[in-house]
């Protein structure tokens, strides 16, 4: 008789140790799982919060806005955000980059009086104003070289007559050079992140 109760008792506890047993997996399970949701919960969140951000952008975007300064990715806000572009776009519609950083590729020169930016090497000894060649005027001093060589070159570009006699038709300040690598480098990321081709 005793032996049979003391069977049964056995048999329930185990049975009660296989239920708890049970229950801590699903527990742990469930813990999981609420833990997965939420951090995608979180990230569905984060990524509503960006488009959100970019509809506000899109309605608010000035229709003037050149296509190289996306608003979707704030291009143009900073130097390490600038719009990348080319001399000829910008001579041709400077107003639409006034106030932005602006990434430009071209000639340098450097002289009495001058601090041009330009598409092209004016003709030797002839002086630049004569030659009415198009230029910006960079207030920083940049690196010269001899013959002149085409500059990747990043500044906050400001549109309206400057320099010396008001030839130039905008201004380049706080301007640096940058490598065809760090160009290269960073024309890709901004295509990757607008949806483009990745290279990395």
């Known amino acids: ?9 056995l048999a329930v506890v185990a049975l009660l140790c296989a239920v708890c047993a049970c229950v801590t997996l699903a527990s742990i399970h469930v813990s999981r799982r609420f833990d997965d949701l939420a951090a995608r919960l979180d990230a569905a969140t984060s990524k509503l919060a960006r488009l959100e951000k970019r509809v506000t952008a899109r309605e608010a975007a000035d229709p003037w806005l050149p296509v190289e300064c996306s608003y979707e990715f704030d291009l143009g806000t900073s130097a390490d955000h600038p719009c990348f572009t080319s001399f000829e776009n910008l001579r041709l519609a400077p107003q639409k980059f006034h106030g932005r950083w602006i ?6 020169m450097s002289g009495f009086e001058t601090s041009a930016l330009m598409a092209e090497v004016p003709s030797a000894g002839q002086n630049l104003i004569a030659q ?10 940049i690196p010269v070289t001899w013959p ?6 990043i500044g906050l570009f400001v549109n309206g007559p400057s320099g010396h006699m008001s030839a130039y038709f ?6 640096k050079v940058i490598p065809n690598n760090e160009r290269q480098n960073r024309e890709e990321a901004q ?3 607008a949806g483009g081709l990745c290279y990395r």
Do not use: E
Not at 1 to 9: E, G, N, V
Not at 148 to 153: S, V
């Open 170 to 175: 905008g201004t380049l300040r706080t301007a």
């Open 1 to 9: 008789m005793f032996s049979s109760s003391r069977k049964k008792c």
């Open 132 to 141: 009415h060649l198009p230029q910006v005027w960079v207030d920083a001093p």
């Open 103 to 108: 990434a430009v590729r071209a000639y340098y």
């Open 148 to 153: 002149p060589k085409k500059m990747n070159i």
């Open 191 to 193: 295509a990757c992140a």
